[in-house]
């Protein structure tokens, strides 16, 4: 039987992961007693964990109800910057680090990730998971434990970038040359090369917000 301590980080983790996948938007309402039923879990933990989140702004308020939180124009911005500064560490990192499975496992996302082209979705997710390992490689526990911050607060995003046409092929490219730069030892690059990449994606993401408003 579970602790009540281990109740709340497991009410902590599936609502996060929920709103990570998309089971919760930007603006949906996250009612104690549903997310109970849901999950299987007595209302006190998640209660405690919805207060957790509401601290990370993860959540915020709307009225008396507690709605999964949206990030603004200036709040992607800020968070695209420190994202991009700090993945590109990760990687001028992983290229002084990594090891020779670590790059391997890079290569075969890859190729893995070739065949989701066309389900920006399922992308979308291996872009992450993708992501994370290259956070791993730098073998930094405090630059990992920043980007997991960072990535927590971009499940705050409601559709991904790698939905445009042609990004995902693009994306992948990008990958690619990323994993050279790391494969090669050659810091700079592989810190030049995670940079451009995270500038590509804001710039397609600000296009998408820019037509979605028209």
Not at 38 to 54: C, H, K, M, N, Y
Not at 93 to 118: C, F, G, P, S, Y
Not at 126 to 131: I, K, S, Y
């Amino acid at each position: 039987m579970p602790t009540e301590k281990h109740a709340q980080k497991d009410a902590y983790d599936l609502i996060l992961e929920a709103i990570d996948v998309g089971v919760y938007k930007p603006g949906d309402r996250l009612v104690e007693s549903e997310l109970a039923e849901r999950f299987g879990v007595s209302r006190t933990p998640i209660r405690e964990a919805l207060q957790r989140l509401e601290t990370q702004s993860l959540l915020a308020r709307d009225g008396r109800s507690l709605i999964v939180a949206s990030l603004d124009h200036n709040q992607l911005a800020e968070l695209y910057v420190v994202r991009s500064e700090l993945e590109a560490l990760a990687a001028r990192l992983a290229a002084r680090h990594a090891t020779e499975e670590e790059m391997r496992v890079l290569d075969q996302m890859i190729a893995a990730d070739l065949k989701l082209i066309d389900d920006p979705s399922a992308l979308a997710r291996a872009n992450r998971r993708f992501h994370r390992q290259i956070h791993l490689a730098s073998h930094n526990r405090y630059l990992v434990q920043q980007l997991d911050l960072v990535y927590r607060s971009m499940a705050l995003m409601a559709t991904t970038s790698l939905a445009a046409e042609g990004r995902g092929e693009t994306a992948m490219g990008e990958h690619e040359t990323i994993v050279a730069a790391i494969r090669a030892r050659d810091e700079q690059s592989a810190y030049d090369a995670l940079k451009a990449h995270i500038s590509n994606a804001f710039i397609e993401r600000l296009t998408q917000d820019s037509e979605a408003a028209v």
